[in-house]
């Protein structure tokens, strides 16, 4: 008798929480499914998290982003900054998502929905596991819905799965939870490149106005004729779109023997970077500044266009603020094309010398 009063305690348990998982937080009878929150506890607090993991098959760890004060940083790397985009969008979908009907609690047909534990390793679920404080909730996510909108899902430490309203973007490489952009600057803006090599060869490319289509090569180089005007003005993008494949404190680098670079834009940004080539491994680091000289004058005719020029320097002063609090004390690692394409020498965009 008391083993059977056991039992049915457990059955009343696991109902219960059945019912949790499935009903609304208020407790009302008369809604439909579709309008049950899947995480109704937690859904109004969800700003509130301040510690996301991304666990795969094998239990593998995957990313594990940390808030610090206002900003998100991933822990594999050192705390660099996460990709905030793509971090809100994921929880916004969690607090949001509801259920549209539940599915099977049997864990013979978890692999069906892909919601299995991912303590196997062949699981094809992937486990977002978030907290806001000492509170923890975990969710497997698993397959997307054939034929309709939706995605499967399954609370950790609960038997059912459900099918909910949203789908879910939860990649599973640690580079794609990190703000992969290092800088873009539009090869449109930029005024001078400048490109040294610790042998010493140089490479100068300008442009006297914005206006101007092409880059003209300047110092010696001026006085050859260059391969092709594309091979010119192609340095003129070097730091346009440019993304990072790795990244780790450039205090660890070595940056003896550094190619370095200084663009000029025509608002008086400045970037300087060091460029080196370890084994196969290609890494970068930035610095900006505004090198541009203080507006002065007391013409009352100026004042307009002094506050203008004075309003455009206080952009740029900005704009390298935020440039260095993203970039100063990182080494990023780039695609040897890019690294290629950063570091030319004279002979990469001359004719050859023809013999006498």
Known sequence: MKRSFIYLAVLTLVALAVVVFLVPKDGSSGKSAGETLLLPAIAGQINDVDRVEIVTAGSNTVATLVKDNTQWGVEQMGGYRADWSKLQGLLAALAQARVIESKTDNPEYYDRLGVEDITAEDAGSVLVRFSIGDQTTAVLVGNQSQGRKGQYVRLQDMPLSALVDREFEVPRQLIEWADSSIIDIN?????????????????????????QTDFNLAG?????????????????????????ETVRPASSIDWKGAV???????????????????????LLRLHASHPASVVKG???????????????????????????????GWAYGISKQKFDAMVKKPEDLLKPLETP
């Open 187 to 211: 090869s449109s803006e930029v005024a001078e490149i400048e490109i040294i090599h610790p042998s010493s060869e140089r490479v100068l490319a300008m442009r006297i106005s914005a206006d």
């Open 220 to 244: 010696p180089l001026a006085l050859r004729e260059p391969k092709s005007s594309w091979a010119v003005n192609s340095l003129g993008s070097v730091f346009t779109m440019l993304n990072m």
């Open 260 to 282: 370095k670079i200084r663009v000029l834009s025509f608002s008086g940004l400045e970037i300087l970077a060091d460029l080196v080539q370890l084994e196969d491994e290609y």
């Open 298 to 328: 007391n013409n009352e005719s100026l004042d307009g266009q002094l506050e203008i020029e004075k309003q455009a320097q206080d952009d740029v002063a900005r704009m390298v603020e935020e440039i260095n609090l993203k970039v100063d």
